[in-house]
């Protein structure tokens, strides 16, 4: 199985400034044949379910808004929030879709300073 | 818009039984991959199970496996999971949700359910 590690677990940002998360796959999401890492991002909201913010490492999901950002390849991946909003307080998880079982990461609670 | 809707969670003993549905609309069911993703209270995300378009293939955790069977019913767009052997920690919200790419298991969820509450307890 593909463990998913995310850092930190949780984060305080204040408002407007920028917020990362960290995810570290045990071994690489990076499908050689055609060159996309299967990496996604999703953000939870208490009380709802998880939405998708990044596919493909890097690709916006439509409608999430340009703030959000999503970088890296391999087994090292980023999730940027460049100007943190009240609205982004939320669990955010990476998932690996590389492979079955589908793994999630543990998760990161991010909150305002 | 596309919309999933559970429901047939509930309270049930261990080593019970329980049949969870997904009702979809908004979208062309029967070309999708489906899948269950569960969430213990105050815990993370847990894949649990998927199945292909026409029911082809269908693959399952670890920690399901030979309890649970996943089913589709494209003539009335819905997905189940038939839970049984039910242990204290299947307790959790499940979700079902859609594959995002045709055709394919390896591919993130766009569309999830509200969810459904399943609690084992004696």
């Known amino acids: 199985d593909i463990v998913m590690t995310q850092s930190p677990d949780s984060l305080a940002v204040s408002l407007g400034e920028r917020a990362t998360i960290n995810c570290k796959s045990s071994q690489t999401v990076l499908y050689n044949s055609n060159n996309k890492n299967y990496l996604g991002w999703y953000q939870q909201k208490p009380g709802q379910p998880p939405k998708l913010l990044i596919y493909?490492?890097?690709t916006r999901e439509s409608g999430v808004p340009d703030r959000f950002s999503g970088s890296g390849s391999g087994t090292d991946f980023t999730l940027t929030i460049s100007s943190l909003q009240a609205e982004d307080v939320a669990v955010y998880y990476c998932q690996q879709y590389y492979s079955t079982p589908i793994t999630f990461g543990q998760g990161t609670r991010l909150e305002i300073k | 818009q596309v919309q999933l809707v559970e429901s047939g969670g509930g309270l049930v003993k261990p080593g019970g039984s329980l049949r969870l549905s997904c009702a979809a609309s908004g979208f062309t069911f029967s070309d999708s991959y489906m899948t269950w993703i569960r969430q213990a209270p105050g815990k993370g995300l847990e894949w649990v199970s998927y199945i292909s378009s026409r029911s082809s293939y269908t693959n399952y955790a670890a920690s399901v496996r030979g309890r649970f069977t996943i089913s589709r019913d494209d003539a009335k767009n819905s997905l189940y999971l038939q839970m049984n052997s039910l242990r204290v920690d299947d307790t959790a919200v499940y979700y079902c949700a859609r594959e995002r790419e045709l055709d394919t298991a390896m591919a993130p969820f766009d569309y999830w359910g509200q969810g459904a509450l399943v609690t084992v307890s004696s």
């Open positions: 493909w490492a890097s």
